[in-house]
């Protein structure tokens, strides 16, 4: 079983948790010990997957990911009023190859999957984001994947997948499983035109790093709609790392990129979270737990909600415009906005049918100033090619 291929957590971590207040994150998470063995998976929530796998870097490490440090910076943070169990299934080694690697990342993934419990895989590098995706073969017909990242990771025409380039991948290797791929907080410096193209062609979202950071809620219906996320730490200015090298001086800020964890985590739909490309300096270590205990947070108050006309706890406008009737909701719990997308099909189904689409208040208001929103339009589209 792919299980076995699991490394025990370290024991300075398992000792630097004796030290902590019964409050704290690591006296409230089931580890992977040398003693113990593995955590029981029953009433499990949420488990954390350590992936020491570099070889396939663009940029090569110097050194290994310190994936136990991350861990004691997240076992000294505070339990919210969670209910969520957290256990630890350690880490996975560098296989033989680096498909082996890959080929164990996605049995343990589905067979967490498989349980209902949501992986938080803490990567040496962002290409491991492609065997998570095919985790989902056989479990999910089609999946949202929305990456945090200041490029779009294309890559060029034959080239052997990287961190830079597993998107080429996921998009052109059968089965294809995708069908939305959106990117927040990309950096036009660092994206040739051919990929902006692309992006257009294929009816992906992206949004500039400019445009989220100005109105970070702009994130917040791109990641509901996400079944995986993908974060790439190099989205996040090196000022908030300990100034990297690897690093640019423009990205997100710590506060703005726990907003879009905690985002991430309030998603009814999303099955795997994974964090990437990180340093081993103390202020990587502490932001890097940061976003995970936000995630967790968003996960906790969590809210599964399915609009409908009929249900008096949504409020339905309907907004006509030159070529279509559009129809919005709007949540009176938590307030947030769908727009209906008529007749889309299904490639696994091969049925008509109306989908909702989360999107913001601003698209409502563009379309009452007949303003098609940017997001209805590429759904629709993608929806009948």
Request: a negative charge; hydrophobic letters at 40%.
């Amino acid at each position: 079983m792919a299980f076995d291929f699991l490394v025990p957590v370290e024991d300075k971590v398992l000792a630097h948790c004796e030290l902590l207040t019964p409050q704290a994150l690591g006296k409230n998470i089931y580890m992977h010990t040398q003693k113990k063995g593995l955590p029981v998976l029953a009433n499990a929530s949420v488990a954390i997957v350590g992936v020491k796998e570099s070889r396939n870097a663009y940029e090569k490490k110097i050194e290994k990911l310190d994936v136990s440090a991350i861990r004691m910076q997240l076992h000294k943070l505070m339990m919210g009023n969670w209910s969520t169990n957290i256990i630890d299934m350690g880490d996975i080694e560098e296989g033989e190859t680096v498909e082996d690697t890959y080929f164990v990342v996605k049995e343990i993934i589905a067979g967490l999957l498989e349980e209902n419990i949501i992986p938080i895989i803490i990567g040496a590098t962002q290409d491991i984001t492609y065997p998570v995706y095919r985790a989902f073969d056989g479990l999910y017909d089609m999946i949202n994947i929305v990456s945090v990242d200041s490029r779009f990771d294309f890559g060029i025409e034959d080239e052997l997948i990287s961190s830079h380039s597993y998107m080429s991948k996921i998009i052109t290797e059968k089965p294809n499983n995708l069908f939305n791929f959106s990117n927040i907080g990309y950096q036009s410096y660092f994206n040739a035109q051919e990929e902006l193209d692309l992006m257009d062609r294929l009816f992906f979202d992206a949004y500039r790093l400019g445009e989220v950071s100005k109105d970070i809620k702009l994130a917040e219906p791109v990641l509901r709609n996400a079944h995986m996320v993908s974060l790439d730490a190099r989205a996040i200015r090196s000022a908030e790392i300990g100034y990297s090298n690897s690093f640019s001086p423009n990205g997100f800020d710590g506060k703005e990129i726990c907003a879009i964890a905690r985002y991430a985590g309030l998603s009814e739909r999303v099955r795997a979270f994974g964090i990437y490309e990180m340093e081993n300096s103390n202020q990587s270590c502490q932001l890097m737990a940061q976003i995970i205990w936000y995630f967790i947070e968003g996960l906790n108050f969590s809210v599964v909600e399915l609009p409908t006309a009929e249900n008096k706890d949504y409020t339905r406008y309907t907004v006509p415009t030159e070529s279509e009737q559009l129809v919005f909701f709007k949540s009176h719990l938590s307030e947030r906005w769908w727009v209906e997308v008529p007749s889309v099909l299904t490639s696994h189904t091969k049925l008509h049918k109306a989908t909702l689409l989360p999107c913001t208040e601003k698209d409502y208001l563009d379309a009452c100033d007949q303003n098609i929103p940017d997001r209805w339009y590429k759904a629709y589209r993608k929806g009948f090619n």
